[in-house]
């Protein structure tokens, strides 16, 4: 295990920019009759070995996506590249990337064992070694005991291992999943997640995933494309994406966020000074958005924000307001600042303590402050 | 409350299967009947089994019905289910709706319509009346029925199966007799039984499409009738009853299997 973790670590593609794509999708559209864009002139590029995470709200065109590098859609306009080789009119059965369906598509009339050698069977590889190759697979996915077993004998999480086996059977050079732990229950589904990833470690495959579950982006992802519309909002590593999301859209899709709407007033280097609605300052690090200017959102997450009682003596940026709700999960205790404008600020704070004195309680006065590079600048 | 409307239902229940069944039950029961005079009941006997068998123009009669039932539920299969794919998969196309209420309209067009414009079309087009066009007649009002059966299945059959047969490497043709066929097969069987059932007791578009040489055997039990009943008629009534009854079972049991196994999985 030791060793797939470094892999992982120091794999970066992206950032080096001799490495050639091995997924591009050039400024593919895709529309439905007159009225509906999927995908809107989307361009990107997706690595070898890459763990790509697509995510997005229903309806964003995440799944046409995919079902276009499956071949089931063809982009009213624009490429798909696998590997420098245009897939224009290339249909499914000839493409070297497999899917897995949401649904998981196991055909229902076939035992395990010949759903799994169904792809080898369509290529004509000898019996012998389609045998084999069976055996191996579900070894893998730890089925062995359930070769001769019908689908519907099957429950919801062997269901979509035989799926998985299915898909990887043919050794595809690239493996699409679509939604795959949807239909299974939580437990599982984090459990599964890591299985995924080892899996995708150990074959060295280019996995791309759908999903509208941004934990299950987070947690597998070595990339995630956010979307939304038809269009990519931001491609990034997943600490990027909750760290520095370039938009509200991204800010507010991935995790609770604060955002404070205001005017930049002053810019000094690297650091500007943004006043929002109710008049307050804050002080706030530039970072890569030094181009910013005018209007802006000040965007803070709850966990990197503080509560007190008192306004502490060294703090840069604080507002206070009214402790209007509070929730204690255990691990956390997530609080609602209401301030006297009647926004709501979201706090979390880790329970490392078991008990604590003078604990904020509701209707209490309290301040919420902030360092300086505790938030971005959203523009857009 | 309870107790009485049960009352009521049972009586209605039992006036309504008297209604149906006590005339299918007389026939049954008199082509056993020892004597030769039909209403009158003279002991139980298999003699005019026997007398059927013997008959050789009631005999050819079946053979031609049979051999009639057996293609064109074969060809009705074959192009009802066709028809069925087309319509559900290909949802887009200009004028579906007119498309499918076309396939559907000859299950309500009264028979005689159906016989006569049959009749007119194999005249305009110089086909003797025989065999032959009595087994096209058949297979063209009988693979409505298929249709319907087909695409009622086919509905709610998930295309994500006949994608991912594609996306393994199946070419179309492939995916669809690899694995659509399969899954939708309980379906295309009950139509086929649909159609052979259909065939097998039609009376009316037989009469218009027929010629000489080629009577079935409901033909042939309808003219019989005119100069009189034997219990040779009813004897060979009891049989076709047996079938049409064991082909309607057959089909609706391969239906109720599948609608069990689609509910366990």
Redesign the interface.
Known sequence: MASLGSIRRDFAPWANPDEKPFIRFENVTKSFGSQTTAVDDLTLSIYEREFFVLLGPSGCGKTTLLRML???EQPTSGRVLLDGQDLSGV???RRPV??M???Y?L???MSVEKNIA??LK??GMPKAQIGERVQRMLKLVKLEKYASRK??QLSGGQRQRVALA??LA?RPKVLLLDEPLGALDKKLREETQFELMDLQQELGLTFVIVTHDQDEAMTMADRIAVMDAGKVLQVATPAEIYEAPNSRFVAEFIGNINIFDGQIVEKTGSAARIRDKSGTEFQIALGSNAQADGSAGLAVRPEKLQITRERPADAVNAIDGEVWDIAYMGDLTLYNLKLDDGRIIKISTINSRRRVEDALTWHDRAWVSFAPDAGVLLTR | MAGSWSRFNIISLTLGFAFLYIPIVLLVIYSFNESRLVTVWGGFSFKWYGAMLNNSALMSAAWVTARVALISATLATILGTMAAVALTRYSQFRGRLLFSGMAVAPLVMPEVITGLSLLLLFVAVGLDRGFTTIMLAHTTFAMCYVAVVVQSRLVTF?R??E?????????PA?AFF??TL??IAPAVIAGWMLAFTLSLDDLVIASFTSGPGATTLPMKIYSQVRLGVTPEINAISTVLIGIVTVGVLAASLFNKRRAL?ER??
């Open positions: 499956g071949g089931f249909p499914p059965y497999n899917m369906f949401q649904s598509a055909f229902p009339h169904f792809g369509q290529e689908p519907h299915r898909a043919k | 998930d994500s199966l994608e991912a047969a594609m996306d393994l490497g199946a070419t492939r690899q694995v399969p899954v196994r366990q999985g």
